[in-house]
Every structure is written in structure tokens, then in C-alpha cells.
């Protein structure tokens, strides 16, 4: 007699990309904050930086409010532990795309969006932002004035 199994395993290996959502982010040494910016990669006292200042100041934000947590663009960071460590209502995307932090949620781009229980922000590069005068006028009144500025 020929025993026969059925094909019942028949899946693809998950990927080891996926194994960065387990992986540590002490190193970052994140803290409870109501606002976490995610942003690529700038240097200390570029333009970059004094640009992301400014627009965090102008929301009225000080440091005690917000952490800055900058990722380079082929880094995945997962979301699960950043809200955990964070505690963060408001996330800052600054040239990070959803998918590097494990989320395949749609987003619009320069537009508030809710997810997860966090409001969402997420648009281009303080490079190309610092470029854009449209961009840095549609930021304020369509953003980070409903964000920051309006009273409950």
C-alpha cells in the first residue's frame, strides 16, 4: 500500500526582510512623545535641520514634545515598536514612505491622515520641501495649522 500525502504546505517562505519588525530599536533610544518625525538622513547644522527647526517651532512644539528619528531610504524600522516606545498621536514623514515602517496602509501625500490611531502626515524630503514654496504654504494651512494650531 502507497501512502500519499496531500500538498497541504504549499507556501512561500516569508521573506528575511520581514524579520526587521523583531529586531531591536534600543539603539534609537526612543521616549514617550506626543510627535515623532521620521525623516531621511540630514547633517547637524544643514539647512535641512534648521528648515525641520523652524517648521517644528512655528507648530509651537518644544524638544519635550517631539523626537526626530532619521532613517536612510533603504531601512525598514517597524511600526509596532515605535508606537509602543513612542506613545507618538502625531507622525512626521518626512521622505519615508509608509512601507519602510511595515505599514501598506494608502496614505495622501501633504494631507492629514488617520491610521492607527495616530495622525498622519507624511510628505516629501526637507530637501525638497526647503525647494517649495507652494509645498512649505500648503503644508502650513492644510497641516500642521489643523495639527498643531486649532483648538478643540
Known sequence: MDLQFPDIYNTTIIQSTFDRNWES????SLMPKDSLVLS????????EEQ???KMLTAC???E???QIVQINPDQILPWIQLRALTKASKVLLLGILPAQLG????MNLHEVNHFDAVQWMPTFSLAQ???NDALKKHLWVNVFQ???????
Open 25 to 28: 530599536l534600543d539603539h534609537y
Open 40 to 47: 531621511t538622513e540630514y547633517l547637524p547644522n544643514s539647512s
Open 51 to 53: 528648515q525641520l527647526i
Open 60 to 62: 509651537k512644539l518644544t
Open 64 to 66: 519635550e514634545q517631539y
Open 103 to 106: 505599514i501598506q496602509a494608502m
Open 129 to 131: 520641501i526647503a525647494s
Open 146 to 152: 489643523k495639527v498643531y494650531l486649532s483648538k478643540p
